[in-house]
């Protein structure tokens, strides 16, 4: 009887599951997919390895490190994030092939929004793939830096993206100080910038996709403003998680 019960149990946590974790779970670039509030329409949270400037690499180093240790540390970084985002436009096209098409980019925000489609176009012109780590990735902006929907958008997959955070929230949680040391950062400050990106999603009536940290997690915040009608699936794929380990 206990046997059975459990069986009964585990089919309706089956059942429960949202169709789309069906489809992350059997695309080849994920690793693990939670589905940690079930709901009709869910925010699927892609764990992201941020590019970022040199000057952030450099200052997580001891201020005695050599010139070129940083710069072998920073071409190690630009490397895993051209693994991590070949992986996500792949996933993000099958995403897309399914009509999930709304995209939200943090970092992105409002006056921003409108140059990132020709920005990320005349970026992509020249290429039809990442370019390998040189000099061109060192700068600002380069096709790393605009993220895949950047990418999504110059080849022809995506028409538009919508920016989850304002200068406001992005200051919220910026580590670098003018003096260019690193400060640490509030869970306070982390949860209103959390707050503002959900709500913003929320905003938009069908399933979305956010690309986002893979240090955030949005559950409580979803739990919160949700009003249990929207879920959340967070997608670890396989190059995040080797780099990430």
């Not at 329409?41 to 690499?57: G, L, Q, S, T």
């Not at 990132?116 to 790393?144: A, C, M």
């Not at 993206?161 to 400060?183: C, K, S």
Request: glycine content about 4%; aromatic content about 4%; hydrophobic content about 35%.
């Amino acid at each position: 009887m206990r046997t059975v019960l459990c069986l009964l149990l585990l089919s309706n946590v089956c059942q429960a599951a949202h169709p789309l974790v069906d489809v992350l779970k059997n695309s080849p670039e994920v690793v693990n997919v939670e589905n940690p509030i079930d709901a009709p329409r869910c925010i699927i949270h892609i764990r992201d390895w941020h590019w970022v400037p040199y000057e952030y690499v450099s200052a997580e180093l001891p201020e005695d490190t050599p010139s070129e240790v940083v710069a072998a540390t920073y071409v190690r970084h630009l490397n895993e994030v051209r693994e991590i985002q070949d992986e996500q436009f792949t996933l993000l096209k099958r995403l897309i092939d399914r009509d999930v098409t709304t995209i939200y980019r943090e970092g992105l925000t409002p006056d921003i929004q409108p140059v990132y489609r020709t920005l990320s176009q005349v970026l992509w012109k020249r290429h039809e793939q990442i370019p390998e780590v040189g000099d061109e990735l060192f700068k600002r902006p380069n096709v790393l830096s605009l993220g895949v929907p950047g990418r999504l958008i110059a080849k022809g997959h995506l028409k538009t993206v919508h920016a989850a955070d304002t200068d406001e929230t992005l200051a919220l949680t910026d580590p670098l100080q003018n003096d260019g040391r690193l400060r640490e950062v509030t869970q306070s400050d982390i949860e209103k910038r959390e707050d503002h990106m959900v709500r913003q999603m929320l905003k938009h009536q069908g399933h979305c996709i956010i690309i986002l940290g893979g240090a955030h997690d949005l559950t409580d915040n979803v739990k919160r403003l949700g009003n249990g009608n929207t879920g959340l699936i967070v997608v670890t794929t396989r190059a995040f998680r080797k780099h990430d380990e």
